[in-house]
């Protein structure tokens, strides 16, 4: 079992030195900081179960360290210790998300008692987050992906302000998963118990957007013969992911500008007022900022909805996801298609590692499915990828050859290749160089290669 970790803080040798010896002897891995700065510069890149800190120390005192720790790990429980305790400080530090508040000089029972409950409610975050992730998986909702390190940042940044409720908007290509990261953010929230609703904006004309957000009374419209209820009030307690949402009519920005002020909405052809309580994220692939400037998106509004904002990278730019993402598709077709297919030749894989992908992980995952319907063999080989994608496999055979060759060796390389990835048939051949038969024979006489290719009548 992995021990738990704790770093404790204390700009008194003596007394550091005397709570380490205590936490170790009890099994715990611990590490030690002589100052809140020092404590800071090691919570910047190595998250810990337990932090105990003292509070009166010079320039970072332990209130900056509580704050800074709940701001980087919300998980982590603090324990404050000081010899100058007061009931204000206490509920200061309380208020501030410290666990418990220990004053000096402590009883070695009492220590090991708290030490003991905060790992406790510690563990009992940590195994609810691994339920939720499962649940997750179980009911088919995806989750995140992703090694490189602009994913491994987007994870710790959803998980960092997951629980802070605020309004977040996402940035990213059409393709790059903004609606995943909603979700994400929607499961490790306060509200992950509610309701999560997406709602596509550029999808509507302005009168279809109005009624669908907000809901209209009874006789608000020829047809209106009930009461319906709109999707910012059926989220109420839950998220709302707007989708698109640089293609909202300015008439709207307004109406959802209010909400968020106000916290309450009017249904369409209605006079009394609804309380809602929800939480918003949107996304867009558009520049925002560029879109306030031209006046196309209300600056207002803009500031509401960035309150916390994601940069999804395009699949491109995180090329080492690319294997991770196919394996994943890989599994989740060839049991969707109850197939067994153990993987991906290397070329294969070379190709679409190498592949700009414009259409992001939705284009991979279109690619992977199509592959798992052609294969009949235990590899996805490069004639299970479409067409489009041959000349990134060329690139990546020419990235083998060390020096630079001349135009005539590319050009008998390269037809000497599509020959092989078109099993010898000269016509397929021609297709795919965009050449005619003819001219392609000709070629293949000059060099002496027509013996070698099979000829498609064979």
């Given at each position: 079992?992995?021990?738990?970790?704790?770093?404790?803080?204390?700009?008194?040798?003596?007394?550091?030195?005397?709570?380490?010896?205590?936490?170790?002897?009890?099994?715990?891995?611990?590490?030690?900081?002589?100052?809140?700065?020092?404590?800071?510069?090691?919570?910047?890149?190595?998250?810990?179960?337990?932090?105990?800190?003292?509070?009166?120390m010079k320039q970072v005192d332990g209130m900056?360290?509580?704050?800074?720790?709940?701001?980087?790990?919300?998980?982590?429980?603090?324990?404050?210790?000081?010899?100058?305790?007061?009931?204000?400080?206490?509920?200061?530090?309380?208020?501030?998300?410290?666990?418990?508040?220990?004053?000096?000089?402590?009883?070695?029972?009492?220590?090991?008692?708290?030490?003991?409950?905060?790992?406790?409610?510690?563990?009992?975050?940590?195994?609810?987050?691994?339920?939720?992730?499962?649940?997750?998986?179980?009911?088919?909702?995806?989750f995140i992906i992703g090694k490189s390190r602009?994913?491994?940042?987007?994870?710790?940044?959803?998980?960092?302000?997951?629980?802070?409720?605020?309004?977040?908007?996402?940035?990213?290509?059409?393709?790059?998963?903004?609606?995943?990261?909603?979700?994400?953010?929607?499961?490790?929230?306060?509200?992950?118990?509610?309701?999560?609703?997406?709602?596509?904006?550029?999808?509507?004309?302005?009168?279809?957007?109005?009624?669908?957000?907000?809901?209209?009374?009874?006789?608000?419209?020829?047809?209106?013969?009930?009461?319906?209820?709109?999707?910012?009030?059926?989220?109420?307690?839950?998220?709302?992911?707007?989708?698109?949402?640089?293609?909202?009519?300015?008439?709207?920005?307004?109406?959802?500008?209010?909400?968020?002020?106000?916290?309450?909405?009017?249904?369409?052809?209605?006079?009394?007022?609804?309380?809602?309580?929800?939480?918003?994220?949107?996304?867009?692939?558009?520049?925002?900022?560029?879109?306030?400037?031209?006046?196309?998106?209300?600056?207002?509004?803009?500031?509401?909805?960035?309150?916390?904002?994601?940069?999804?990278?395009?699949?491109?730019?995180?090329?080492?996801?690319?294997?991770?993402?196919?394996?994943?598709?890989?599994?989740?077709?060839?049991?969707?298609?109850?197939?067994?297919?153990?993987?991906?030749?290397?070329?294969?894989?070379?190709?679409?590692?190498?592949?700009?992908?414009?259409?992001?992980?939705?284009?991979?995952?279109?690619?992977?499915?199509?592959?798992?319907?052609?294969?009949?063999?235990?590899?996805?080989?490069?004639?299970?990828?479409?067409?489009?994608?041959?000349?990134?496999?060329?690139?990546?055979?020419?990235?083998?050859?060390?020096?630079?060759?001349?135009?005539?060796?590319?050009?008998?390389?390269?037809?000497?290749w599509v020959l092989k990835q078109a099993n010898?048939?000269?016509?397929?051949?021609?297709?795919?160089?965009?050449?005619?038969?003819?001219?392609?024979?000709?070629?293949?006489?000059?060099?002496?290669?027509?013996?070698?290719?099979?000829?498609?009548?064979?």
């Open positions: 079992m992995e021990k738990s970790r704790i770093l404790v803080v204390d700009d008194e040798t003596i007394a550091r030195e005397n709570l380490e010896h205590i936490l170790r002897k009890d099994g715990y891995d611990v590490v030690t900081a002589d100052s809140g700065t020092a404590a800071l510069k090691k919570l910047s890149n190595t998250e810990f179960d337990l932090v105990m800190t003292d509070l009166k900056e360290v509580l704050a800074r720790t709940k701001e980087q790990y919300p998980d982590t429980e603090v324990v404050m210790l000081t010899a100058y305790a007061t009931v204000a400080t206490a509920i200061e530090a309380m208020q501030r998300g410290a666990y418990h508040y220990i004053p000096k000089p402590y009883k070695i029972d009492e220590v090991r008692m708290v030490v003991g409950r905060a790992l406790e409610k510690k563990g009992l975050k940590d195994e609810l987050r691994v339920i939720r992730q499962d649940f997750c998986r179980r009911v088919g909702i995806p602009k994913m491994q940042e987007i994870i710790e940044m959803v998980t960092q302000i997951a629980p802070a409720d605020c309004n977040v908007l996402i940035f990213g290509e059409t393709g790059t998963g903004k609606e995943l990261i909603a979700r994400a953010l929607h499961q490790q929230s306060n509200r992950a118990e509610e309701r999560f609703l997406a709602f596509n904006c550029g999808a509507f004309t302005e009168e279809l957007l109005t009624n669908e957000l907000f809901g209209h009374e009874k006789d608000a419209f020829t047809g209106a013969t009930t009461t319906k209820i709109g999707l910012l009030e059926a989220a109420t307690r839950g998220t709302v992911f707007l989708d698109e949402i640089g293609d909202m009519p300015a008439s709207m920005q307004v109406k959802l500008l209010r909400v968020i002020e106000e916290k309450s909405l009017l249904r369409v052809g209605g006079t009394q007022p609804v309380t809602v309580d929800i939480r918003i994220v949107a996304a867009t692939n558009k520049d925002l900022n560029k879109e306030v400037e031209k006046g196309g998106f209300r600056k207002d509004l803009f500031y509401r909805l960035n309150v916390v904002s994601l940069h999804l990278p395009p699949l491109a730019e995180r090329r080492d996801d690319v294997p991770l993402l196919a394996h994943h598709f890989l599994k989740l077709y060839t049991e969707a298609q109850n197939k067994t297919i153990e993987g991906f030749s290397d070329e294969a894989m070379e190709i679409l590692t190498n592949y700009e992908f414009p259409g992001n992980i939705r284009e991979l995952e279109n690619i992977i499915e199509r592959a798992v319907a052609l294969c009949k063999d235990s590899l996805i080989t490069p004639k299970h990828l479409p067409q489009e994608l041959e000349q990134y496999s060329f690139k990546v055979y020419r990235q083998k050859v060390k020096r630079l060759p001349t135009l005539e060796e590319n050009e008998l390389d390269y037809i000497r010898g048939n000269k016509t397929r051949a021609a297709e795919i160089l965009g050449i005619d038969r003819v001219s392609l024979w000709r070629k293949l006489k000059r060099w002496d290669l027509n013996n070698s290719a099979e000829d498609e009548s064979k």
